[in-house]
């Protein structure tokens, strides 16, 4: 997956501006950077949800805002908000969202690892927002996805289900599937990371492996010199 030049603006805001940087196939992909950096923005027009104003953004080799449906169905998506319909039941919604792939995951493994099982009676409307996620990112994975798009994907978890998620991604991971997170945790970056991209007011200022954009120093320190500067 590659973003190339992206630039994206909401009037005077430059959400994207000219933001270049690069997921390595079959690797775990940390976004770092603060809130308004541009996170959110760069996953939905890798996703399709939003056309760029400028640059280029290749997901399996396709530009997202073209896509067909045949490649929409290779790539899973958790964004921070939304998607899931009020009404209906965890399991009565994965079952039908397995119906729309052809080879999807198994639900009651998937349901039972991320804890879906103790929730499962219950509406989507009436969870709290740890059970929300939880449902969302298996929806992210039940159809299997070669690239997996995962925004802000631990917020609201307790402890305990933010390892149980960090377990679960590595091993999707391990298992091919390139995976792509945001997140503005630098413990959340450090557990899952094998690439780091650092961003800060719409632009990617540090790109590498941990060893490569941490060097001798922590990831704190890099982390606030590098933002301190773009924000100045």
Same mark, same amino acid.
């Given at each position: 997956?590659? +973003? ?29 950077g603060p809130n308004g950096a541009g996170k ?5 027009? $890798?996703?399709?949800l939003q056309r760029p104003d400028g640059g /280029? ?66 509406? +989507? ?28 994907? /631990? $917020? ?8 149980? +998620? ?5 091993? +999707?991971?391990?298992?091919?599937? /390139? ?21 800060? $007011? ?31």
């Open positions: 997956m590659t +973003v190339e030049s992206l630039k994206r603006h909401y009037g005077s805001v430059r959400a994207c501006d000219d933001m270049t940087w690069v997921a390595p196939a079959g690797g775990i992909t940390a976004v770092l959110t923005t760069a996953i939905e027009c $890798a996703v399709g /280029t953004v290749r997901v399996l080799g396709t530009d997202p805002w073209l896509s067909s449906a045949e490649h929409r169905a290779r790539v899973g998506v958790m964004l921070q908000s939304g998607g899931l319909p009020n009404g209906t039941k965890p399991l009565r919604l994965l079952a039908h969202l397995a119906s729309l792939y052809a080879v999807p995951a198994d639900i009651s493994p998937l349901a039972s690892r991320l804890g879906i099982d103790a929730f499962s009676g219950t509406t +989507v409307r009436r969870l709290s927002g740890g059970q929300k996620q939880r449902l969302a990112l298996a929806a992210a994975l039940i159809g299997r996805p070669e690239v997996l798009f995962l925004d802000e994907p /631990t $917020a609201g978890l307790d402890p305990h289900g933010r390892l149980d +998620v960090y377990d679960l991604l590595r091993e +999707v991971a391990a298992d091919g599937t /390139t995976v792509v997170v945001t997140t503005h945790s630098f413990e959340e970056a450090q557990a899952l990371a094998t690439h780091l991209v650092v961003i800060s $007011a719409g632009r990617a200022v540090a790109t590498g492996s941990p060893a490569e954009v941490v060097g001798d120093r922590t990831l704190e320190s890099v982390y606030f010199d590098l933002t301190r500067k773009e924000r100045a």
